[in-house]
């Protein structure tokens, strides 16, 4: 990592111009994203930053892929105007508490360090897997009843979808690697990332279908799930 900020302002100011030009982010949510980004940065260094950063760009990336194909199953609102600021709490207020935590008790930034990769990894899975899911997937499933379902419904995964929310894992757990060496934690990160997104497939299924959760408390809390669990795999093997 590097161990100046002078890269920061430049990183922060480029992002919320591209967020607003290219309709990615409201103002209110660009300006949300650049408190978010600086607090990750002073847990975390330029390693956090570049998690946080791969998350938007891969996450914007697959909204945008093939948008005209997913108009026919789901309505894309932010595609329209940008995720606001509760959306972008939903993704990356996990990561945020855990820089928080760094920040308040320095002691326990080996703990909280991976916990915040796994709630980057877990919001980078979920994105991945839904959208590119709904543009890749074949066959479409309820997560709880395992029974055939339609495509782009709340609580539907596909084969393709959860390869690809693996993948996206993955390079959260590669970039966290990169800045903190290659341990077991790779693996973990992984793994806990994946619980999240399959969490989040399981509170869609179960509360936000009927109404009973919306769609960025569901978000935040697959995101908080990553995080504990990757919280519970340090205590115990790390």
């Known amino acids: 990592m590097f161990n100046s900020g002078i890269f920061l302002p430049i990183i922060i100011i480029s992002g919320m111009a591209y967020g607003i030009l290219a309709k990615k ?90 916990a915040m990769a796994a709630a980057f990894a877990s919001a980078t899975a979920d994105t991945l897997s839904s959208e590119l899911g709904m543009v890749y997937g074949k066959r479409f499933f309820n997560i709880i009843s395992f029974k055939p379902d339609s495509r782009g419904m709340d609580g539907v995964i596909s084969l393709e979808g959860t390869l690809a929310g693996i993948l996206g894992s993955g390079v959260i757990a590669g970039i966290y690697a990169l800045g903190w060496g290659l341990n077991s934690s790779f693996f973990f990160i992984i793994i806990a990332g994946t619980m999240g997104n399959l969490t989040d497939s399981i509170l869609g299924a179960l509360f936000e279908r009927k109404g009973m959760m919306g769609n960025d408390t569901v978000n935040f809390l697959n995101t908080l799930t990553a995080m504990f669990v990757m919280l519970l795999f340090t205590v115990l093997f790390l």
């Open 25 to 114: 982010l409201t103002i209110m949510a660009a300006f949300t994203g650049a408190i978010i980004a600086l607090l990750i940065f002073i847990a975390a260094g330029y390693t956090g930053l570049m998690m946080m950063t791969t998350f938007f760009i891969l996450g914007s990336s697959a909204t945008s892929w093939q948008r005209h194909k997913k108009q026919a199953f789901v309505v894309m609102e932010e595609e329209k105007k940008g995720r606001n600021a509760l959306q972008v709490l939903a993704n990356a207020g996990a990561a945020a508490i855990s820089g928080v935590v760094i920040i308040c008790y320095p002691e326990l930034h080996g703990l909280m360090l991976p």
